[in-house]
């Protein structure tokens, strides 16, 4: 699978992309890392010591070799050259260079004192003793068996001695222009001299180069070798990730149920998962490196969908960017309908490189639509069938309803009626019991009377339709309630109406939920010497609550299930009048409004009514 490898963004700062690349090497490479210098060090040490080592045993073999060399030169030519003076001496030295593959030999010096020049040459004056020249003259002359007159005329009468003595150093292949003399005595001349010394420190001159050669060679190399091995470490582990992120995104791909295809510009099939293996039946075909013409040739069956393709590929080149469509095609009798992502990728000049397809088969989920929208609209025929047999048994409700008002409203006026005759034109016929059970009659047709507009009131709230505005529920409960005060005689009442928010419902719905609440809380309170009544609500949420609170006789907790039943009292009718609907009617208008209503309460400590509806932003939503 061809991975991409961007290069890195020119603002990131050095150290940032030193300290990555550490980061990214495996433990074993930032140990080695690490080591590194130590083993330079060590290394280093190790070959400064090696050669001291084998310049020391050099030395010693040399010395060795030096010191018979340089007996011999002094025993055949009996030669001594002096260079320098040194100190409490009149004596020379002089570096003897003998030239040998290129290295110097030896330095000797030889130092002879006065007293040993005094022996050969007691008649000599003070003054002579210093100077070189006359001892070499001296050392010549006694080797020679000359006497003392002779070596002074020598000395007056001679020529120089550094020319003298040149054919004789170059005859014994000794090389130097710094002699100042040359002695030429007898080995047993040498009896007197003191200190023979032999000094190899010019021959390793080249070693100490050498060495510093082979040092600096040995940190270049391990530099060289740092950088090389962490080079191929930082590889080694970028060819880790590219081989973990491969693996990673091949199981990805082909984990994903889709189909999924990556062409080249030119249409040939480079990746594909094994969704789309099966989508096409590949498996053991030879697909790789192949167009989509010459897969149709592979598949006659599959042709109609690579012509497909084909077409939408050229689409998704043509837009330019992310290509979303949906392809059909027929295969073995199938109608099959692919939905299709396709992503073109161009290189910097504009050319077609990569085109990325990801299909998935909605074949099912076509039909399912299909069948939904025929259940849809088949629910929606029998809904309307539905509603207008709703619609026609509501108005048959109604107009039955408007019946049995008229009808039973008829006889129950007639008793009323007849029942008030009796007692005003026959009550002196009547004895008391007689006007007793009269008052008993037109009582119950009162009630019976009132329990029909209850119920006719209760099936309205049922049905009417709700028009909805907004409603000032704060003036709505002090009109409510300056009715009903009204009515109320020989008793105190203190009512609080606190701030309410208003609310969007049927204000004639909401005047006839104030109306049942403020009745009753004036009803169960009529036994106290003074009836208190608050009325409150407050934003709780996306909600707006109200409540009715009173100090009536209120009701036991346990019986709250049945306190807003239709036909259901927690009080006998000889304690308070009613009917048992009116909270009924109120549960029924709010929850038409989308709200809900509960009750708390304590007996003899008063009841409070609560009722919410959503809020203005919660009905708009």
Not at 218 to 231: C, H, T, Y
Not at 571 to 597: M, N, Q, Y
């Amino acid at each position: 699978m061809p991975i991409r490898e961007t290069g890195w963004v020119k603002s990131t700062p050095p150290w940032f992309l030193i300290r990555k690349w550490f980061d990214g090497l495996s433990l074993k490479n930032k140990i080695h890392l690490q080591i590194q210098p130590l083993l330079i060090a060590l290394l280093s040490v190790t070959t400064f010591f090696i050669y001291q080592q084998v310049k020391s045993n050099i030395i010693s073999s040399q010395t060795q070799r030096a010191e018979g060399v340089a007996m011999q030169v002094i025993d055949d030519a009996n030669l001594l050259m002096v260079t320098g003076a040194i100190s409490n001496s009149v004596d020379r030295q002089l570096m003897i260079k003998k030239i040998i593959e290129g290295q110097q030999l030896a330095s000797l010096r030889l130092v002879r004192t006065n007293q040993v020049v005094r022996q050969f040459g007691p008649g000599l004056p003070e003054e002579h003793l210093d100077d070189p020249l006359v001892k070499q003259t001296i050392e010549r002359s006694i080797s020679a068996g000359k006497s003392i007159p002779h070596i002074s005329i020598e000395l007056v009468n001679g020529k120089p001695m550094l020319r003298a003595i040149t054919p004789y150093i170059t005859s014994h292949s000794f090389h130097g222009t710094d002699c100042l003399s040359c002695h030429h005595v007898a080995p047993a001349s040498f009896n007197g001299a003191s200190d023979l010394r032999i000094d190899l420190s010019e021959n390793f001159r080249h070693l100490n180069s050498l060495l510093a050669w082979l040092i600096g060679g040995q940190v270049a190399l391990q530099l060289f070798l740092f950088l090389v091995i962490g080079r191929i470490a930082a590889l080694k582990n970028q060819q880790q990730q590219l081989e973990l992120a491969e693996r990673q995104l091949t199981a990805l791909i082909e984990a994903i149920p889709d189909a999924i295809f990556l062409k080249d510009g030119d249409g040939r099939w480079l990746v594909i998962n094994d969704s789309a293996k099966q989508m096409f039946q590949l498996h053991g075909l030879p697909w790789q490196g192949k167009t989509e013409m010459e897969l149709a040739d592979l598949q006659p069956a599959f042709r109609t969908a690579h012509e497909g393709c084909l077409v939408g590929d050229e689409k998704a080149w043509q837009a330019g960017c992310l290509l979303v469509g949906e392809e059909n095609f027929v295969v073995d009798g199938g109608r099959y309908v692919i939905e299709t992502r396709k992503v073109p990728l161009f290189s910097k000049e504009g050319e077609r490189k990569e085109l990325v397809v990801i299909g998935r088969d909605i074949t099912e989920r076509k039909r399912s639509e299909a069948e939904l929208c025929a259940l849809k609209d088949d629910l929606e025929i029998r809904v309307a069938e539905r509603t207008a047999q709703l619609e026609a048994a509501n108005k048959e409700l109604e107009a039955f309803s408007y019946s049995v008002s008229h009808d039973l409203r008829t006889p129950l006026r007639a008793i009323d009626g007849f029942s008030r005759i009796l007692l005003d034109d026959y009550t002196s016929k009547l004895d008391d019991e007689g006007r007793r059970l009269l008052n008993v009659v037109r009582d119950n047709t009162s009630r019976m009377g009132q329990l029909i507009d209850d119920i006719l009131k209760f099936s309205r709230a049922g049905r009417v339709e709700i028009n909805f505005s907004e409603v000032d529920m704060e003036r709505l409960a002090h009109e409510v309630f300056e009715e009903l005060w009204s009515a109320t005689v020989g008793q105190e009442v203190l009512v609080e109406i606190e701030h309410l928010p208003s609310m969007m419902g049927d204000r004639a719905m909401m005047r006839q939920v104030f109306v049942n609440l403020l009745s009753n809380s004036l009803k169960f309170s009529s036994a106290r010497e003074t009836i208190r009544i608050k009325v409150g609500g407050s934003v709780q949420g996306d909600e707006t609550v109200y409540y009715v609170r009173d100090n009536g006789a209120g009701f036991d907790m346990q019986y709250v299930d049945k306190l807003f039943g239709v036909f259901q009292r927690l009080h006998g009718v000889t304690e308070f009048d009613g009917t048992g609907i009116g909270l009924a009617i109120v549960k029924r208008i709010v929850s038409r409004h989308g709200g809900r209503v509960w009750a708390e309460g304590k007996v003899n400590e008063g009841a409070t009514i609560y009722f919410t509806f959503p809020t203005k932003e919660k009905e708009h939503e």
